[in-house]
Every structure is written in C-alpha cells, then in structure tokens.
C-alpha cells in the first residue's frame, strides 16, 4: 500500500506485516493523490504543487522517474495504466494522458467546467471517468480524447468516482452527501444512495470484488457501506477521530482501508 | 474546490453537532448533584478549587455511560482535544492521564464553538499581552507569528496594543486565583486555536463550500449550444433498457459472490484475521494446483481467462492440439506493444508483421481482407493503436469459436476436477491472540521522525483494535 500525507512524506507499507517499506520524503508537502503502478515498480504523488513527481521505489534508494509539469491547476488524482502511461485529474478542470518515457502529454482531455477531482478507470482500460466540481461525471475514450457520456444528477462537487467491476455502470459521491449509480448502457442515473440523518460530504468511494458493497468515507469521521443493489446502508465503520479522506479495496478484495485526518491509516475485515 | 470565503457564523455542518454533544457531556459533569466530584489544587500558597483528577474522569464516564475503560479513556481524551478540560500540570501536552494529573473545565466562554472562529485580532492581542507580561520572553513560534500578525494587521496595531494593555490593567485588579485561572483559560483555549508547529490541528478542516456553481457559468448562447449539442449526441446514442442493465448487475453480483472474500470469507481463512498466508500462498500467480474458485472464474468470462496467467497457459495447451494456438500468440503480441515501451513499438510491429500478418508468415492469424488491408496501411506508421482493429478482430474470433469449446473440453472439466478446495482452518483452541499493532520504525533516518514515531505508536495502540 501506497499512502501520502501533508507532512510531506510518501510511506509504501506492507500491509500484512505494518512494515514500512520505504520512505520518499516530498518536494511539496501539500500532496492530494498517490497512485501505484499496477507492477509495483513506481509510485506517483502529486498536489497543490500542480506537479505530478513518478518514482522509482525498487531502485536502491528511491528515485525522482519523472516530473510531469504541464497542468496550470492542482493535482488531484493520479493513476496509471502501466509502467509507461500515467492519467492525471487536475483543478485546471482537464485531465492529462502522460507517456512516462518522454514525459510529454499524450492527450489532453477537456470539457470539464470545475475543477476535476478523481478519476478512475475501466477495467478493460479503453475509457475512464472523471468527476469534477461541475457536479458532473464524464466518461472519455482514452485513446481519442473525446467525452462519449455526461452524467448529471448531483447539485455539489464529485469528489471521489469508481468503475461497478463489470465495467457497466459507475458510482459517484459527492458534497451533497449522496453517492449514485450511473449506468452506461441506459445512460441515466439508476441509484441514489441518501440517508436524511447523514449530513456529511462523501470524501472517498471503493467497491468490494462483486460490487455488492460500497464502502464510502464520509466527512462526518465515518465510513458507511451500502448495499449498491438494494440502495440500504449495511454498516459503518467508526473508528477514526477525524474525517476520512481516502478508502481503499486491494485487487484481492479481502478488506477496506480508510486513511483520515487524524493521521492513521486503518484496515478493515 | 470552489473555495469561498467563510461567511461568519456559518454552518460547519459536522463538526457544530459534534461539539454540541461535548458540550452536553461537560454539563452533566458539572451538575452538582450528579456531576463529578471537585477537588482542590495547590499552587505554592494559593488554593485554586474546581479541579478533578483524569482518573476521576474517566471513572465518571465509564459510570454514566456504561462503557468500557478504553472507551472512555478515548472519549476523555477527544474532550481534551478539543479543549473542553484542559491539564494543569502540563498544559502543552493535550493527553487525557488516567492518574492523579489535575484537569479543569473550560468556561463557556473560550468554548471553541462559542467563539468561533478565533479571529486574528483576538490572537494578537493575546500574544502582545504575553509579550508585555514576559518582557519579550515568548516562544520562538509565538514570536513569528506575532512578527507575521504585525505585518498583516499593521493598519490596526494601536488598537491591539491598546486592548493588552487595558486588558492587563484589569486583571491586575482581580485577586491573585482569579487571575491565575484567567490565564490557564486563555493558555489553554490559544493552543487548540493556534497550535504549537508539530501538533496536530483538531479544528483543522477544509474551507466551507457552498454549492453555487451555477453562478459561475456564463449562461450565454455558447453554453446553450454545446448544451444543445451533447443532447443531441445523447439522444444519437445507442441505449440499452435500464430494467435489463439492472438485471445485469444482480446477475454479476450473484456471480461473484462467492469471489468477495468480504461478502463470503475465504477459504482456507482470511490472512488478515488468522495471520496465516496460505490463503495468498494457494492463489499466486502460478501454482501446481490452482483453487476451485479461480478455476471456475475462468469460465464467467473471456477476459477472466486472459488475465489469469494460468488461464493463459491452460487456453494455450488447448489451443495448440486445436492448431490454432497462433491466435493468442498474435492477441499476446498486441497487447505487448499497447501496453509497452513507446521506444520499443516500431520493433515490436515490424515482428509482428513478420510472424502473423506477412503472406506466408509461420504463424499466420486469419483477419478478414477488410482489417488486414487497414492494418497493412498502419504499418506504415506504426503507433501504439495500429494493431487494435486486428487484435480486436482476433479476441472476437477466440472469444466466439475456441472459448466456448474450451470450457466444454475434456482439458478445462479435469482442471476443474482437480482443483482444490481448500479446507477452512480450525480455528486455535485458545482465543487467538490479538497481533500487536504498533508502527515499525520508518526507514527514514532523521531524530524528529524517531520522536514522532514513538508518539504515533503510543496513540495507535490505544486507538487500535477494530476488527
């Protein structure tokens, strides 16, 4: 696990064991978004900076790979697609396909019109999505840089977005407490997920392996999970002193991770 | 993050509710029939009354509330956190002691949501009064800050050194516990406000954003036609019923579920709660003999099969007593360069060239005329897409003809069959022991992050078990 904060260090973990692994002290302190690259070779960080800084974490000592300076906005998301392309969100409102080797932008993707706050991408890897403070969702092809789907239905900014695991559909949450499924086929919105007694921003959204449970971080220091098919509130999460910032299910699905701003990282089972 | 200037008494959704409970918290301890019980405090020759002890503390609440100890050990500590009572004997370290340490209330009147939010203007008078009281002697953060508050607010010093020095004048009139309690209030109340560099900040939360992006959009006629026109594409777009796409997602759910090991568990036992690895051991990359589970996702899609490298490695054996193992060679070679080294991308083509697509190549894949004459044209410029048609055309072929023979094959159905089914484990005899859970040391060097350390894992411990 890969994991950043505004002290201004990026810690890699082995989660098993509480280990940390290595240790890359920041340029910037003020980071938004780490990625890890689906070989484990590289880890990516980005911020207020408006950099997005790859590095090399099985080299010796870690090492600056590359510093990608184009965007005119802050970093908000970050993710790579492989060892040679990375995907950046940006409060420029664009979001940016790097090629690693050369470090030029290979795509720009506009037509947000607020600031671009996550990104994730498909599991077949030929699209992503982008959810922004415009309080829309927009699905993109990768390679021809064009928006295919908006998705409207919020009223306040996106903060956090992910693929349903069969590709099909997305689920968005977002500042006006709610998250909801989007569907891509029928191109419509077919879920909303709202509870009247909470009244906390959504942060962070993940999946579990069957996309039956959505675990999604909440400002009110809570992670709630819902039930994405029956639209129900399962269960929460408490624990954490401050709100939850991040969340995470590793590709193995066997448990959540919540990050908050009361400094820890905590594993759920 | 559209970031507005807050509007004073705004709405802190979260945080007011929660300072809202704290504080009926602190009011039942105070009550005098129910309440906690007060002691005195001994300060060389003046007695200051209305203190308590931390242990008094946390044995109210655990009374009152009926919780554990470590519960309200935790829950003492968020009120001292928040600077509802606050530690007399050290007043830096903001730690709820389950010992003799003496604590107070805050009055109402430095409580954090009454004055809310500490102003500037309040903090500069604060520091200029200490500055006059100590001569001077303030601490190294306390004089930047008061340096930077004088640049900034330099348009209203007078009136700030005029405040100290009234206020200072007064409280020179009040007897000497009054004033001592005074300052121990204000002490107390400035380092939530404005903590020491270091501290973690609890008020700390991002700036209030009110949702009001309309305003920002010119809603002019150039809006309005790329609003015209994204309707226009959307109605263009092909559609599928949302009641069948909802039944797609039950289906898929259903299909995975016993794959979550959230939703189902995991066979042999989830490695998080039972410390034993066999479970990640049994289901690498390449094993002797891959679980049932895997074995059978293969067969919910062709993707599935692909990405898994034994699935890879089983579809190939298949295919070549079939002869028609070229196919995913060609698949695997496009992928090579799509997800490879742009460096290497013009090599890479021209060997595919050679291998699958030149006329009389030793492996050559059958794509219609169609596809091979575009492809042919790409190769001419070959870039990280050109084979996509090709690839495509040849995972529809595999995905249609060899897949679905596959899973009936007698290759596939004694995979299956030998599969294993791992046993749960028993669970130990004794309750198992929790693993201790404390951070290991960082690897990076520096002493300050060594001092940091210790501090986390003190903290982590007592906040830790949830599982």
């Not at chain 1, 994730?120 to 415009?134: E, H, K, R, V």
């Not at chain 1, 419509?188 to 921003?201: F, H, P, R, S």
């Not at chain 1, 400002?219 to 509130?233: A, Q, T, V």
């Not at chain 2, 201790?436 to 982590?460: L, V, W, Y």
Request: aromatic share 10%; proline share 4%; with cysteine.
């Amino acid at each position: 696990m890969v994991s950043a904060s505004q002290d201004g260090k990026l810690l890699v973990w082995d989660t098993f064991t509480g280990n940390k692994l290595v240790a890359v002290p920041l340029k910037s302190a003020w980071v938004m978004s780490v990625a890890f690259a689906p070989s484990a070779n590289l880890v990516a960080s980005g911020g207020l900076d408006n950099i997005c800084t790859v590095y090399n974490i099985k080299a010796a000592s870690p090492k600056t790979l590359r510093e990608l300076d184009a965007h005119t906005g802050y970093l908000s998301c970050c993710r790579f697609l492989s060892d040679s392309e990375i995907l950046t969100a940006s409060g420029d409102t664009t979001c940016v396909l790097w090629d690693l080797e050369t470090g030029k932008q290979k795509m720009v993707y506009t037509n947000h019109i607020g600031d671009c706050m996550s990104l994730a991408l498909s599991p077949d890897m030929n699209m992503f999505i982008s959810g922004a403070c415009d309080s829309l969702a927009k699905l993109w092809d990768l390679r021809e840089g064009t928006c295919k789907q908006t998705f409207s239905g919020h009223t306040s900014d996106i903060n956090a977005i992910s693929f349903f695991p069969s590709g099909n559909a997305i689920i968005t949450g977002s500042d006006d407490c709610s998250c909801k499924m989007y569907d891509l086929r029928s191109d419509q919105e077919v879920t909303d997920y709202t509870d009247a007694t909470l009244n906390a921003g959504v942060t962070s959204l993940a999946l579990s392996n069957s996309g039956r449970l959505i675990f999604a971080g909440y400002d009110d220091f809570n992670c709630h999970i819902w039930d994405s098919l029956k639209g129900e509130k399962v269960g929460v999460l408490s624990g954490h002193d401050n709100r939850v910032s991040c969340t995470g299910v590793p590709a193995d699905g066997m448990g959540v991770c919540t990050g908050s701003w009361d400094s820890f990282l905590k594993l759920w089972n | 993050m559209t970031i507005n200037t807050l509007a004073k008494g705004g709405l802190h959704r979260e945080q007011m509710s929660c300072f809202r409970k704290m504080e009926k918290v602190i009011v039942a301890m105070q009550d005098p029939d129910m309440g906690m019980k007060m002691r005195n405090q001994r300060l060389l020759i003046t007695v200051i009354p209305h203190a308590m002890t931390g242990q008094d503390v946390i044995t109210w609440l655990i009374q009152k509330y009926h919780i554990s100890e470590e519960e309200a050990l935790h829950l003492g500590e968020m009120l001292v956190r928040y600077g509802y009572i606050y530690p007399l004997k050290e007043p830096r370290c903001l730690v709820l002691r389950p010992d003799e340490s003496p604590y107070r209330f805050q009055t109402p009147y430095f409580w954090t949501s009454t004055r809310w939010p500490a102003t500037e203007l309040d903090y500069a008078i604060h520091l200029a009064k200490k500055n006059i009281r100590k001569q001077g002697e303030l601490m190294e953060y306390e004089k930047e800050r008061y340096s930077q508050l004088h640049k900034r607010i330099n348009h209203t010093w007078d009136f700030v050194v005029m405040q100290a020095r009234e206020q200072l004048r007064a409280s020179k009139q009040r007897r000497k516990a009054d004033r001592i309690v005074l300052e121990c209030q204000e002490q107390a109340y400035w380092l939530i406000n404005r903590p020491p560099p270091g501290v973690q900040n609890m008020l700390d939360w991002a700036l209030e954003r009110p949702n009001n992006f309309s305003t920002q959009v010119p809603l002019n006629s150039d809006y309005y036609k790329s609003e015209i026109e994204t309707s226009r594409r959307a109605l263009g777009r092909n559609r599928v019923k949302s009641s069948v796409c909802l039944e797609g997602f039950i289906k898929y759910s259903e299909q995975y579920q016993n794959h979550d090991p959230i939703m189902q568990g995991c066979l042999p036992s989830n490695p998080w709660i039972s410390d034993d690895i066999a479970y990640w051991t049994m289901n690498s990359e390449i094993v002797p003999v891959p679980t049932r589970l895997r074995v059978e996702r293969w067969s919910f899609r062709f993707m599935e099969l692909l990405s898994d490298a034994m699935g890879r490695r089983e579809f190939m054996t298949y295919l070549e007593k079939e002869f028609s193992a070229e196919n995913l060679h060609f698949w695997q070679a496009c992928e090579e360069i799509r997800h490879g080294e742009s460096s290497k991308i013009v090599e890479k083509v021209e060997d595919v060239y050679k291998n699958f697509l030149a006329p009389g190549a030793a492996r050559w894949v059958n794509i219609d005329s169609k596809t091979m004459d575009k492809t042919l044209e790409g190769i001419k410029w070959p870039h990280r897409f050109v084979m996509d048609d090709a690839q495509m055309h040849i995972y529809f072929l595999m995905k249609k003809d060899s897949y679905p023979r596959y899973l009936k094959s007698d290759l596939y159905k004694n995979m299956l069959a030998k599969a294993v089914v791992p046993q749960e484990t028993k669970k130990s005899v004794f309750p198992f022991m929790r693993r201790q859970r404390h951070s290991s040391p960082s690897p990076a060097q520096a002493s300050a992050q060594a001092a940091e350390e210790d501090g986390r894992a003190g903290t982590n411990s007592a906040a830790g078990s949830h599982f």
